[in-house]
């Protein structure tokens, strides 16, 4: 009977996976960042993310050692665990994120619904795929130019439309993203990398304590605003 072969690393992996890493990376890491801004449910949120952390480290494989690439996963992960403990700290439970509530009386701002914010992450999409050509952007590949792009613009609508810690702490983790895709095509920096990578660390787990300091959705949601 032959033994086992050992699981290969996350570098390895990456190495693997990285010829790969074309369109059906973009496609995936387009969605994530789609269902990071236009969901209210946390759990798709955090789910998308690691998904988005993912396909990022795909994509940074191209140009970085293996290792570095898989310092993407590691602090996604590490953040992705840290969002979901505190969820579950919190008494979210299996529900969404809520609606604002004042003096007594759940409020629904046309921006919190669902239905608005996929409309509004739609005509972002159609509008970044229309301007694409156009766009003042730095001498990259393609592919990076579109992901970075992708990231930079739903960033600043995730900032526009968050009502949670989890939404505006995605949205910033976001824009460090691309700033991180950006570094490793142009600079290539090991310690810049280090430092976003600590910063995004600091960021997961400043959104993980507010996220606790909100406290349980239950008493600020009534049913008919899981809609």
């Known amino acids: 009977m032959q033994p086992i072969p050992p699981f290969p690393t996350v570098a390895e992996a990456l ?11 973009l496609i995936l890491a387009a ?18 993310f690691m998904g988005l952390s993912i396909c990022l480290a795909l994509l940074v494989a191209r ?13 996604g992960g590490l953040i992705a665990i840290m969002w979901y ?6 008494g979210w439970g299996g529900g969404f994120l809520p609606f604002h509530t004042r003096t007594g009386v759940n409020t ?23 301007l694409q050509p156009r766009l003042p952007l730095p001498p ?6 579109l992901i970075t792009t992708w990231l930079i613009a739903y960033a600043l609508l995730g900032l526009a439309l968050g009502d949670e810690a989890l939404q505006v702490g995605a949205a ?11 570094i490793s095509a142009l600079l290539r920096d090991p310690w810049l990398i280090w430092l976003l990578s600590a910063i ?25 605003d899981n809609v």
């Not at 629904?108 to 229309?130: D, E, H, K």
């Not at 990259?140 to 130019?145: E, Q, T, V």
């Not at 910033?172 to 950006?182: D, F, N, P, R, V």
């Open 172 to 182: 910033l983790l976001m824009a460090l993203g691309a700033s991180q895709l950006l």
């Open 85 to 90: 403990l505190s969820a579950q700290r919190a």
């Open 63 to 75: 140009v970085l050692p293996p290792e570095w690439a898989a310092l993407r996963v590691i602090v």
């Open 108 to 130: 629904r701002p046309l921006s919190s619904t669902t239905a608005f914010r996929v409309l509004a992450a739609l005509t972002l999409a159609a509008l970044l795929l229309g």
């Open 31 to 48: 969605l994530c960042v789609f269902v990071m801004v236009a969901l209210r449910d946390w759990r798709a949120i955090v789910a998308a």
């Open 15 to 25: 190495v693997q996976l990285s010829p790969v890493s074309g369109l059906p990376v």
């Open 140 to 145: 990259i590949s393609g592919d990076l130019r």
């Open 200 to 224: 995004e660390l600091l960021i997961g787990l400043a959104t993980a304590y507010l996220m606790i300091a909100r406290g349980p959705l239950a008493s600020r949601q009534q049913p008919e």
